[in-house]
């Protein structure tokens, strides 16, 4: 097992992260929507990869189909652009994680990387949540360990496979991964459900490889109490 003091978590979100509505919501927080981590967020043991493109709409432009559109395609292009994927290389080889968590269209871009680039050797594991990507076995070498978490009742899935005439993987199991149902129940967004639920840090921090597994702590609090 990673020693505590050692561990370090990298949290990659999705699409929207950075989107402020006029006296509605700000941009995400620190968390970057990841209110399950956010304990060890505090205490320096995860960081978050802001990558989303910065915009502010009135709480009226976000009720229309258009603007939140256009800024879904806008980020589906820039989660993939050289200068994200460079931005995202010198996070990980700054902060060196242990494991890395991808939520939704996080979960594409970071699929996106290690199509073009290799992670580093710090790297154990790879939870992918929720993803808002094509159903393919994720290009990583073999050290990895990959969580796939989904949930075939989620909506705004539902609407991307609409919109991409493709099922998106986090709607089903995938191949080639360890797939984990966690249901969607918590409103108000069952997109982000998982990312606040107490489970998904289970999972990340759940002992890595062949070792003994240990009861799970169900929260983050609880994995700073064992420390």
Known sequence: MIPFSMLRIALIPGYATELATKGFRSARATDAGFTAFRTLINQAHAVTFRWGIPRTLSFFATLALMPILTLYRNEEQHAITERTMSNLKTFLTTHQPEVIVAHSLGA?????????????????????????????????????????????????????????????????????????????????????????????????????????????????????AAR
Request: with cysteine.
């Open 108 to 224: 594409r871009l970071l699929m996106e990387y290690c199509h073009r680039h290799t992670l580093p050797a710090s790297v154990k594991r790879v939870v992918l949540c929720q993803a808002d990507m094509p159903t393919v076995t994720p290009p990583l070498h073999h050290h990895v360990e990959i969580l796939h978490v989904y949930c075939p009742w989620d909506p705004s899935l539902i609407l991307s496979s609409i919109l991409h005439s493709d099922v998106r993987a986090g709607l089903r199991k995938m191949a080639g991964v360890r797939n984990i149902l966690i249901p969607l129940w918590r409103p108000i967004n069952f997109h982000t459900s998982s990312i606040r639920d107490a489970r998904l840090v289970d999972l990340a921090l759940e002992t890595l490889g062949n070792e003994a597994p240990r009861a799970p702590l169900r929260s983050a609090r609880g994995f700073l």
